[in-house]
């Protein structure tokens, strides 16, 4: 049970080391915040969490035929995910801004975020690789035990869990003081970024090919 924590507890700083750096999901998870409050954040770091969690238990559970498959798949995800990045910075560049959306955010919503934002981190297959990679430097790669690998896995969820709740309450803190236009302008230099993203992901999809 102790080695169980201590995998547990090293895998949790891991997630949070790869949650950090900013990227196209680290924007959208900013640009919903502000657009519809904290519940809007929340889903979707959650939907982002469980796809590191997904693609960290590959790789604690040594499940090197899906990885290989994901990898050879590659241009074709890249891309999928690039061209729905292009729709949601699109869509948050001529969005309307207004602080009473938050109230008006219902669970049907918030599963659709949720759902997109799992769904769009899933498509950068290289995130497995990345995860192996990480593993194998610490020792941690593979574990031949069940208890081990979900110890990992949890590790890892929790971790970059940790990081898209404190990113969506931070912003969600300052959001109250923002005027409307601002949250404009703010929207559209998001929306701008992701579809900057979007625009790298499909071309280097396609370059693959």
């Not at 997109?116 to 297959?125: Q, V």
């Not at 896995?153 to 003081?177: K, P, Q």
């Not at 701008?192 to 370059?207: E, M, T």
């Amino acid at each position: 049970m102790g080695s169980y924590a201590v995998l547990f507890a090293r895998t949790l700083v891991l997630g949070l080391l790869v949650a950090v750096p900013v990227g196209p999901m680290g924007i959208l998870c900013i640009q919903r915040t502000m657009a519809h409050g904290w519940r809007g954040g929340a889903a979707t770091g959650i939907g982002i969490a469980s796809a590191d969690a997904i693609y960290a238990g590959f790789a604690a559970f040594g499940l090197t035929t899906v990885s290989h498959w994901m990898v050879a798949y590659q241009p074709y995800i890249r891309s999928v995910g690039g061209l729905a990045l292009l729709w949601l910075g699109w869509r948050a560049i001529v969005a309307r801004p207004t602080r009473d959306v938050a109230r008006a955010i219902d669970s049907g919503r918030l599963k659709s975020l949720y759902a997109s934002a799992m769904g769009l981190t899933l498509t950068n297959p290289m995130t497995v690789i990345f995860f192996a990679a990480i593993f194998a430097s610490a020792g941690l790669a593979a574990q031949a035990r069940t208890g081990g690998a979900l110890a990992v896995t949890l590790g890892v969820a929790c971790g970059s869990l940790s990081w898209w709740l404190a990113l969506a309450t931070g912003v969600s803190a300052v959001r109250h003081a923002v005027s409307e236009r601002m949250i404009s302008v703010l929207n559209r230099i998001s929306g701008g970024l992701i579809i900057a993203f979007g625009v790298f992901a499909v071309v280097s999809g396609v370059l693959r090919f």
